[in-house]
């Protein structure tokens, strides 16, 4: 990764270290959910690595579906505001969905998505959450499932962008300031 890698400061998790956690997660999800109807829902476009590979990790006949609710666009700072730009495919009445996602930060999004999904009559709602940024927290979420803890810095790389680029870097990094002074 030649290319993307000058755009980057540092990387904080390499693609072996997620590699080891998504098999952990995907074992304890096995253990916690065995006889359960599960939907995984991942959140487009950010969650689609980390769901293919925890997915593949699980050993349960899941399914799966998406949602694309708006985050950032292409500022690093939130909007503060939730809004579904695609909905579920299916209905989730009597199952157990599993919402995964790359990354929680304010917490804003997943505080509203939560609620939503369990009034639409889920079985239970949960969160697997690759990354947690948790001293930006503001809304009070409870994630089951957590991939690493990492510190207030914004992050490019399995799955996160920065104007929608660098999603496909292997590593999660953290990305250099020149990039969004030059924005
Ligand atoms: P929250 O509502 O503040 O928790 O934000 C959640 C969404 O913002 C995540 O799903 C990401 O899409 C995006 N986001 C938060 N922090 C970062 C970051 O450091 N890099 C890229 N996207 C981020
Ligand atoms: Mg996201």
Same mark, same amino acid.
């Given at each position: 990764m030649e290319n993307l890698s000058k755009?980057? $400061?540092?990387? %904080?998790?390499t693609k072996e270290q997620i590699a080891a956690k998504v098999k952990e997660l995907g074992a304890q999800i096995t253990k916690d959910y065995e006889g359960k109807d599960v939907v995984l829902v991942g959140i487009l476009k950010g969650a689609m690595p980390f769901l293919c590979d925890l997915m593949r990790s699980i050993d349960l006949p899941v399914t799966l579906d998406t949602m694309c609710v708006s985050s950032y666009g292409n500022s690093t700072? +939130? +909007?503060g505001h939730v809004k579904i730009k695609k909905d579920l495919d299916k209905d989730i009445r009597g199952k157990h969905v599993i919402v995964v996602e790359d990354i929680i930060d304010t917490g804003i999004t997943m505080s509203h998505l939560v609620p939503l999904l369990k009034e639409r009559g889920a079985a239970s709602v949960e969160l697997a959450i690759c %990354? @947690? $940024? $948790? /001293?930006?927290? /503001?809304a009070d979420v409870y994630v089951k499932y957590v991939g690493f803890e990492i510190p207030d810095e914004f992050i490019v790389g399995y799955g996160c962008d920065y104007a929608e680029k660098y999603? @496909? %870097?292997p590593d999660v990094c953290v990305l250099d300031h020149k990039v969004y002074t030059k924005a």
């Open positions: 755009d980057i $400061k540092t990387v %904080l998790v700072v +939130s +909007s %990354l @947690n $940024k $948790k /001293e930006r927290r /503001e999603r @496909n %870097l």
